[in-house]
C-alpha cells in the first residue's frame, strides 16, 4: 500500500471512529428533542380542551341569557 493509500486509510478510520463518538449524543438529542416535541404536544392539547370548555360554557350562558330575556320581554308583552 503506498504512503498516499495508508493516509487516505486512517483519515477514513478517523472519520469513522469520530461519527461513531457522535452517534450516541446524537441519538440522545434526538429522543430529547422527540420528547420535548410530545410535551408540547400534549400541552397544546390541554389549552384546546380547556378552551373548548370555555366556548361550551359561554355558549351555555349566551343560550340561558337569551332565553331569560326572551322570557322577561314575554312578560313585558303580557302586561
Known amino acids: 500500500m503506498s504512503q498516499e493509500q495508508e493516509i487516505v486509510q486512517e483519515g477514513?478510520?478517523?472519520i469513522v471512529e469520530l461519527i461513531s463518538e457522535d452517534a450516541p449524543a446524537a441519538e440522545e438529542a434526538a429522543?430529547?428533542?422527540?420528547?420535548?416535541e410530545a410535551v408540547e404536544a400534549e400541552?397544546?392539547?390541554?389549552?384546546?380542551?380547556?378552551?373548548?370548555?370555555?366556548?361550551?360554557e359561554?355558549?351555555?350562558?349566551?343560550?340561558?341569557?337569551?332565553?331569560?330575556?326572551?322570557?322577561?320581554?314575554?312578560?313585558?308583552?303580557a302586561e
Open 12 to 14: 477514513a478510520e478517523e
Open 31 to 36: 429522543e430529547e428533542a422527540e420528547a420535548e
Open 43 to 56: 400541552s397544546a392539547e390541554a389549552v384546546e380542551v380547556e378552551l373548548d370548555e370555555e366556548l361550551e
Open 58 to 77: 359561554a355558549a351555555a350562558s349566551a343560550e340561558e341569557a337569551e332565553a331569560e330575556a326572551e322570557e322577561e320581554v314575554s312578560q313585558v308583552e
